[in-house]
Protein backbone atom coordinates (compact mmCIF):
# COMPACT_ATOMS: atom_id res chain seq x y z
CA UNK A 1 0.00 0.00 0.00
CA UNK A 2 1.25 3.13 -0.97
CA UNK A 3 2.69 5.86 1.28
CA UNK A 4 -0.18 8.58 2.50
CA UNK A 5 1.18 12.10 1.71
CA UNK A 6 0.27 13.95 4.87
CA UNK A 7 -2.36 16.30 4.10
CA UNK A 8 -1.91 20.29 3.03
CA UNK A 9 -4.65 20.85 5.78
CA UNK A 10 -2.68 19.31 9.29
CA UNK A 11 -3.94 21.74 11.76
CA UNK A 12 -1.67 21.88 14.80
CA UNK A 13 -0.65 24.95 16.98
CA UNK A 14 2.69 26.39 17.49
CA UNK A 15 3.23 26.98 21.49
CA UNK A 16 6.00 29.60 21.03
CA UNK A 17 4.16 32.29 17.99
CA UNK A 18 2.11 35.02 19.57
CA UNK A 19 -1.52 34.19 18.27
CA UNK A 20 -5.21 35.68 18.81
CA UNK A 21 -6.52 33.75 21.70
CA UNK A 22 -8.93 30.81 21.44
CA UNK A 23 -12.39 30.95 22.40
CA UNK A 24 -11.87 27.63 24.34
CA UNK A 25 -8.52 26.95 26.51
CA UNK A 26 -5.98 25.14 25.17
CA UNK A 27 -6.27 21.05 25.68
CA UNK A 28 -3.74 19.06 26.57
CA UNK A 29 -0.64 18.66 23.94
CA UNK A 30 -0.33 15.41 22.51
CA UNK A 31 2.40 16.30 20.72
CA UNK A 32 6.01 18.13 21.12
CA UNK A 33 9.03 18.75 19.89
CA UNK A 34 11.41 22.13 20.83
CA UNK A 35 9.37 24.90 20.62
CA UNK A 36 6.23 23.62 18.65
CA UNK A 37 3.46 21.37 20.29
CA UNK A 38 0.06 20.18 18.92
CA UNK A 39 -2.82 20.08 21.23
CA UNK A 40 -5.86 17.39 21.77
CA UNK A 41 -7.85 19.89 19.48
CA UNK A 42 -5.77 20.21 17.03
CA UNK A 43 -4.89 16.63 16.84
CA UNK A 44 -8.97 15.40 16.48
CA UNK A 45 -8.91 18.13 13.61
CA UNK A 46 -6.48 16.37 12.13
CA UNK A 47 -7.66 13.21 12.21
CA UNK A 48 -10.60 13.78 10.93
CA UNK A 49 -9.48 15.52 7.58
CA UNK A 50 -6.90 12.77 7.33
CA UNK A 51 -9.73 10.55 7.35
CA UNK A 52 -12.18 12.41 4.85
CA UNK A 53 -8.79 12.11 2.57
CA UNK A 54 -8.05 9.05 2.74
CA UNK A 55 -11.53 7.75 2.56
CA UNK A 56 -11.76 9.68 -1.12
CA UNK A 57 -8.05 8.27 -1.98
CA UNK A 58 -8.95 4.68 -1.26
CA UNK A 59 -12.56 4.18 -1.97
CA UNK A 60 -13.88 7.55 -3.77
CA UNK A 61 -16.28 8.23 -0.85
CA UNK A 62 -17.35 11.39 0.66
CA UNK A 63 -18.90 9.79 3.85
CA UNK A 64 -17.60 7.14 5.77
CA UNK A 65 -16.99 3.47 4.91
CA UNK A 66 -16.25 1.15 7.73
CA UNK A 67 -15.27 -1.47 6.17
CA UNK A 68 -12.08 0.02 5.25
CA UNK A 69 -10.98 0.83 8.42
CA UNK A 70 -11.63 -2.74 9.61
CA UNK A 71 -9.51 -4.09 6.15
CA UNK A 72 -6.78 -6.34 7.29
CA UNK A 73 -3.39 -5.82 6.19
CA UNK A 74 -1.52 -9.35 7.78
CA UNK A 75 -0.36 -10.10 11.12
CA UNK A 76 -3.16 -8.60 13.24
CA UNK A 77 -3.00 -5.10 11.94
CA UNK A 78 -5.97 -3.44 10.14
CA UNK A 79 -5.80 -0.06 7.96
CA UNK A 80 -7.32 1.43 11.09
CA UNK A 81 -4.00 0.74 12.75
CA UNK A 82 -1.76 1.41 9.33
CA UNK A 83 -3.87 4.88 9.23
CA UNK A 84 -3.95 6.10 12.60
CA UNK A 85 0.22 5.51 12.97
CA UNK A 86 0.20 7.29 9.74
CA UNK A 87 -1.04 10.26 11.05
CA UNK A 88 1.19 10.00 13.74
CA UNK A 89 4.28 10.16 11.61
CA UNK A 90 2.50 12.99 9.66
CA UNK A 91 1.84 15.13 12.55
CA UNK A 92 5.56 15.00 14.01
CA UNK A 93 7.23 15.58 10.56
CA UNK A 94 4.99 18.96 10.51
CA UNK A 95 6.50 19.95 14.17
CA UNK A 96 9.93 19.04 13.29
CA UNK A 97 9.91 20.91 10.40
CA UNK A 98 7.84 24.09 11.82
CA UNK A 99 10.76 23.95 14.68
CA UNK A 100 13.37 24.00 12.67
CA UNK A 101 12.59 27.20 10.92
CA UNK A 102 12.53 28.50 14.74
CA UNK A 103 15.46 27.82 15.22
CA UNK A 104 17.16 28.45 11.89
CA UNK A 105 15.74 32.15 12.13
CA UNK A 106 12.47 31.67 9.94
CA UNK A 107 9.98 34.02 10.38
CA UNK A 108 6.47 34.95 9.30
CA UNK A 109 7.03 38.58 6.86
CA UNK A 110 4.16 41.20 7.63
CA UNK A 111 3.07 39.93 3.72
CA UNK A 112 2.44 36.86 5.02
CA UNK A 113 0.43 37.66 7.67
CA UNK A 114 -1.65 39.47 5.75
CA UNK A 115 -2.02 36.54 3.36
CA UNK A 116 -3.37 34.06 6.27
CA UNK A 117 -5.98 36.68 7.53
CA UNK A 118 -7.08 37.36 4.36
CA UNK A 119 -7.25 33.14 3.46
CA UNK A 120 -9.07 32.86 6.82
CA UNK A 121 -11.48 35.92 6.24
CA UNK A 122 -12.43 34.86 2.39
CA UNK A 123 -13.47 31.17 4.52
CA UNK A 124 -15.70 33.27 7.23
CA UNK A 125 -17.26 34.75 4.02
CA UNK A 126 -18.53 31.64 2.23
CA UNK A 127 -20.28 30.52 6.17
CA UNK A 128 -21.31 34.48 6.29
CA UNK A 129 -20.17 35.31 9.73
CA UNK A 130 -17.64 34.25 12.07
CA UNK A 131 -20.03 32.89 13.98
CA UNK A 132 -21.34 30.41 11.72
CA UNK A 133 -17.57 29.28 10.75
CA UNK A 134 -17.22 28.76 14.60
CA UNK A 135 -20.58 27.07 14.32
CA UNK A 136 -19.17 24.54 11.44
CA UNK A 137 -16.04 24.35 12.75
CA UNK A 138 -16.86 23.41 16.37
CA UNK A 139 -18.09 19.69 15.32
CA UNK A 140 -14.19 19.40 14.52
CA UNK A 141 -12.78 20.91 18.04
CA UNK A 142 -11.47 23.88 16.60
CA UNK A 143 -12.47 27.37 15.63
CA UNK A 144 -11.59 30.49 13.70
CA UNK A 145 -8.72 31.73 15.81
CA UNK A 146 -7.43 28.00 15.71
CA UNK A 147 -7.76 28.17 11.74
CA UNK A 148 -5.11 30.98 12.03
CA UNK A 149 -2.75 29.37 14.30
CA UNK A 150 -3.00 26.36 11.43
CA UNK A 151 -2.11 28.61 8.34
CA UNK A 152 0.68 30.83 10.48
CA UNK A 153 2.16 27.18 11.13
CA UNK A 154 2.07 26.01 7.66
CA UNK A 155 3.51 28.86 6.61
CA UNK A 156 6.35 28.46 9.04
CA UNK A 157 6.80 24.34 8.69
CA UNK A 158 6.99 25.43 4.59
CA UNK A 159 10.13 28.28 5.30
CA UNK A 160 11.61 25.04 7.72
CA UNK A 161 11.85 23.12 4.98
CA UNK A 162 12.86 25.47 2.16
CA UNK A 163 15.92 26.26 4.77
CA UNK A 164 16.61 22.63 5.10
CA UNK A 165 16.49 21.37 1.52
CA UNK A 166 16.89 24.28 -0.09
CA UNK A 167 20.15 25.43 -2.03
CA UNK A 168 23.23 25.42 0.64
CA UNK A 169 20.76 23.76 3.23
CA UNK A 170 22.47 21.05 5.27
CA UNK A 171 19.51 18.74 4.38
CA UNK A 172 19.54 19.79 0.95
CA UNK A 173 20.07 16.70 -1.79
CA UNK A 174 22.93 16.18 -3.94
CA UNK A 175 23.21 15.79 -7.26
CA UNK A 176 24.64 12.89 -7.17
CA UNK A 177 21.89 11.22 -5.41
CA UNK A 178 19.22 13.15 -7.90
CA UNK A 179 20.60 11.40 -10.80
CA UNK A 180 21.03 8.21 -9.22
CA UNK A 181 17.34 8.09 -8.37
CA UNK A 182 16.74 9.37 -12.06
CA UNK A 183 18.84 5.79 -13.17
CA UNK A 184 16.81 3.67 -11.30
CA UNK A 185 13.71 4.81 -12.11
CA UNK A 186 12.86 6.31 -15.15
CA UNK A 187 13.51 5.09 -18.59
CA UNK A 188 13.53 6.48 -22.03
CA UNK A 189 11.75 4.81 -24.86
CA UNK A 190 11.08 5.22 -28.51
CA UNK A 191 7.63 3.76 -29.92
CA UNK A 192 5.48 2.77 -33.01
CA UNK A 193 2.14 3.32 -32.84
CA UNK A 194 -0.69 1.45 -34.99
CA UNK A 195 -4.30 1.93 -34.76
CA UNK A 196 -6.27 -1.31 -35.52
CA UNK A 197 -9.61 -0.58 -34.46
CA UNK A 198 -10.64 3.14 -35.17
CA UNK A 199 -9.90 5.73 -38.23
CA UNK A 200 -10.75 9.02 -35.97
CA UNK A 201 -14.18 10.44 -35.31
CA UNK A 202 -16.75 12.52 -37.60
CA UNK A 203 -17.86 15.75 -37.19
CA UNK A 204 -20.11 14.71 -33.90
CA UNK A 205 -16.88 12.86 -32.19
CA UNK A 206 -18.79 9.15 -33.52
CA UNK A 207 -15.57 6.87 -34.01
CA UNK A 208 -15.15 6.24 -37.04
CA UNK A 209 -14.31 2.21 -37.51
CA UNK A 210 -11.87 0.60 -39.88
CA UNK A 211 -12.75 -1.88 -42.66
CA UNK A 212 -12.03 -5.59 -42.65
CA UNK A 213 -10.05 -4.41 -45.60
CA UNK A 214 -8.14 -1.56 -43.42
CA UNK A 215 -7.59 -3.52 -40.78
CA UNK A 216 -5.84 -6.30 -42.73
CA UNK A 217 -3.60 -3.36 -44.18
CA UNK A 218 -2.72 -2.45 -40.59
CA UNK A 219 -1.75 -5.57 -39.47
CA UNK A 220 -0.02 -6.06 -43.00
CA UNK A 221 2.03 -3.16 -41.82
CA UNK A 222 2.77 -4.12 -38.34
CA UNK A 223 4.12 -7.87 -39.46
CA UNK A 224 5.97 -6.18 -42.06
CA UNK A 225 7.31 -3.68 -39.29
CA UNK A 226 8.22 -6.75 -36.85
CA UNK A 227 9.74 -8.84 -39.89
CA UNK A 228 12.50 -6.37 -40.47
CA UNK A 229 13.09 -5.42 -36.84
CA UNK A 230 13.88 -9.21 -36.54
CA UNK A 231 15.71 -8.73 -39.36
CA UNK A 232 18.20 -6.17 -37.17
CA UNK A 233 16.82 -3.06 -39.49
CA UNK A 234 17.48 0.40 -37.83
CA UNK A 235 14.41 0.75 -35.42
CA UNK A 236 14.58 4.73 -35.99
CA UNK A 237 13.59 3.80 -39.76
CA UNK A 238 10.58 2.95 -39.18
CA UNK A 239 9.51 5.29 -36.29
CA UNK A 240 8.26 7.44 -39.07
CA UNK A 241 5.22 4.87 -39.20
CA UNK A 242 4.15 5.76 -36.15
CA UNK A 243 0.62 7.45 -36.52
CA UNK A 244 0.59 9.72 -33.32
CA UNK A 245 3.85 11.74 -34.93
CA UNK A 246 6.67 10.38 -31.64
CA UNK A 247 8.79 11.06 -34.64
CA UNK A 248 8.24 14.40 -34.45
CA UNK A 249 7.14 15.28 -30.73
CA UNK A 250 9.91 12.89 -29.03
CA UNK A 251 12.59 12.84 -31.58
CA UNK A 252 15.25 11.35 -29.09
CA UNK A 253 12.62 9.30 -27.53
CA UNK A 254 10.29 9.66 -24.21
CA UNK A 255 11.56 9.21 -20.56
CA UNK A 256 8.90 8.19 -18.16
CA UNK A 257 8.43 6.76 -14.49
CA UNK A 258 5.95 4.64 -12.77
CA UNK A 259 2.50 6.03 -12.59
CA UNK A 260 2.86 8.50 -14.66
CA UNK A 261 0.73 7.30 -18.12
CA UNK A 262 -2.65 6.86 -18.03
CA UNK A 263 -4.33 3.46 -16.00
CA UNK A 264 -5.25 1.80 -19.90
CA UNK A 265 -1.20 2.39 -20.33
CA UNK A 266 -0.13 0.76 -17.70
CA UNK A 267 0.75 -2.71 -19.36
CA UNK A 268 2.75 -0.07 -21.46
CA UNK A 269 4.57 1.38 -18.83
CA UNK A 270 5.31 -2.56 -17.51
CA UNK A 271 6.63 -3.30 -20.78
CA UNK A 272 9.00 -0.26 -20.88
CA UNK A 273 10.62 -0.93 -16.92
CA UNK A 274 11.23 -4.44 -17.90
CA UNK A 275 13.30 -3.67 -21.74
CA UNK A 276 16.93 -3.54 -21.62
CA UNK A 277 18.44 -0.63 -23.06
CA UNK A 278 18.33 -1.86 -27.00
CA UNK A 279 15.63 -4.46 -26.56
CA UNK A 280 12.53 -4.25 -28.08
CA UNK A 281 8.53 -5.68 -28.04
CA UNK A 282 4.82 -5.16 -28.53
CA UNK A 283 2.25 -3.83 -26.43
CA UNK A 284 -1.36 -3.97 -27.49
CA UNK A 285 -4.24 -1.38 -25.94
CA UNK A 286 -7.05 -3.25 -26.08
CA UNK A 287 -7.24 -4.39 -29.30
CA UNK A 288 -7.42 -0.71 -30.85
CA UNK A 289 -4.05 -0.28 -31.31
CA UNK A 290 -0.33 -1.75 -31.05
CA UNK A 291 2.74 -0.40 -29.98
CA UNK A 292 6.30 -1.76 -30.77
CA UNK A 293 8.46 0.00 -28.13
CA UNK A 294 12.19 0.37 -27.80
CA UNK A 295 14.26 1.35 -24.84
CA UNK A 296 17.30 4.03 -25.38
CA UNK A 297 19.78 5.23 -22.95
CA UNK A 298 18.19 7.71 -20.79
CA UNK A 299 18.95 11.70 -21.72
CA UNK A 300 19.88 14.23 -19.50
CA UNK A 301 17.93 16.97 -21.19
CA UNK A 302 15.11 15.17 -19.69
CA UNK A 303 16.11 14.47 -16.43
CA UNK A 304 16.84 18.02 -15.87
CA UNK A 305 13.40 19.07 -16.56
CA UNK A 306 12.59 15.64 -14.22
CA UNK A 307 14.63 17.48 -11.39
CA UNK A 308 12.41 19.27 -9.20
CA UNK A 309 10.23 16.11 -9.71
CA UNK A 310 13.02 13.59 -8.33
CA UNK A 311 13.84 16.19 -5.54
CA UNK A 312 10.75 16.60 -4.09
CA UNK A 313 10.50 12.57 -3.71
CA UNK A 314 13.76 12.68 -2.11
CA UNK A 315 13.09 15.22 0.40
CA UNK A 316 9.94 13.44 1.41
CA UNK A 317 11.95 10.38 1.89
CA UNK A 318 14.34 11.81 3.54
CA UNK A 319 11.76 14.05 5.60
CA UNK A 320 10.31 10.49 6.92
CA UNK A 321 13.69 9.06 7.93
CA UNK A 322 14.56 12.40 9.78
CA UNK A 323 11.81 11.93 11.81
CA UNK A 324 12.30 8.00 12.76
CA UNK A 325 15.84 8.86 13.52
CA UNK A 326 14.39 11.70 15.49
CA UNK A 327 11.34 9.82 17.14
CA UNK A 328 12.60 8.99 20.56
CA UNK A 329 13.05 13.37 20.96
CA UNK A 330 9.07 13.98 20.97
CA UNK A 331 7.50 14.37 23.69
CA UNK A 332 3.97 12.88 22.85
CA UNK A 333 0.77 11.85 25.40
CA UNK A 334 -0.05 7.74 25.19
CA UNK A 335 -3.09 8.38 27.20
CA UNK A 336 -4.12 10.61 24.31
CA UNK A 337 -2.72 8.73 22.13
CA UNK A 338 -5.23 5.78 23.13
CA UNK A 339 -8.46 7.36 23.02
CA UNK A 340 -8.85 7.55 19.23
CA UNK A 341 -8.51 5.42 15.91
CA UNK A 342 -9.49 6.62 12.29
CA UNK A 343 -12.98 4.49 12.32
CA UNK A 344 -14.55 6.46 15.34
CA UNK A 345 -13.17 10.28 14.18
CA UNK A 346 -16.33 12.05 11.86
CA UNK A 347 -15.71 12.87 8.10
CA UNK A 348 -15.79 16.56 7.31
CA UNK A 349 -18.13 17.52 5.11
Not at 199 to 225: H, M, P
Not at 233 to 240: A, H, R, S
Request: with cysteine; proline share 2%; charged share 20%.
Amino acid sequence: MKRIIATALCLIMIASLTLTSCSSPKSETVFAYGDVSVDENMFYYLLSLMKTEMLEQYSGATTDVPALWMQSLGNDVTFDDYAYAQCQVNICTMIFYADYALQHGGELTKEQKQAIKKQADGIVEKFGSKAALNKYLETYAINYDMLCDYYELKTLCDIGRSIAYGEGGEMAIPYEDMWTYYRNNFVTVKHIAIGTEFAGTDEDGNYLYYTEEQKEAKQLLIDTILTALENGEDFDKYVEYSEDGFKNTYPNGYTITKGVLDSSMEGYENLAFSLAEGEWDTFELEGTSVFIVKRVPLLETDFLNCVSTIANKLIEADMAQTIVENINSFTKNQDILNRYSMSIMPVIN
